[in-house]
Nanobody, 126 residues
Framework: QVQLVESGGGLVQAGESLRLSCAASGRTLSSYAMGWFRQAPGKEREFVAA????????YVAESVKGRFTISRDNAKHTVYLQMNSLNPEDTAVYYC???????????????????WGQGTQVTVSS
């Protein structure tokens, strides 16, 4: 069992930055890769970024590449999503996720995720 708790969401203006955090706990964390998804109102949940627990491999969706960066701090069992140059289209609930590393580090779909956090709201005003 893995527990995920997100934090760092909020209301920002276009062009500003936010850093989301996801604190993970549970057994065998090293067996899981971590990812971020987001879901805007009326839309499906979409993949944003993923990282191996070792941190040596990352993957970021094309829609946010160059603006978003995923990283982790193993000592704190925490994964981060640094979001720069935010725009209103980034408004969504952002979810942390954990999934088997066997799946690989690439574009994911929600059904590949084993554990979800509760989500944190990010709102970008124009």
């Amino acid at each position: 069992q893995v527990q995920l708790v997100e934090s760092g969401g909020g209301l920002v203006q276009a062009g500003e930055s936010l850093r989301l955090s996801c604190a993970a706990s549970g057994r065998t964390l090293s067996s899981y890769a971590m990812g971020w998804f987001r879901q805007a109102p009326g839309k499906e949940r979409e993949f944003v970024a993923a990282i191996r627990w070792s941190g040596d491999t990352t993957y970021v969706a094309e829609s946010v590449k160059g603006r978003f960066t995923i990283s982790r701090d193993n000592a704190k069992h925490t994964v981060y999503l640094q979001m720069n140059s935010l725009n209103p289209e980034d408004t969504a609930v952002y979810y942390c996720s954990a999934y088997s590393q066997v799946t690989g580090i690439s574009e994911l779909i929600p059904s590949q995720v084993d554990y979800w956090g509760q989500g944190t709201q990010v709102t970008v005003s124009s």
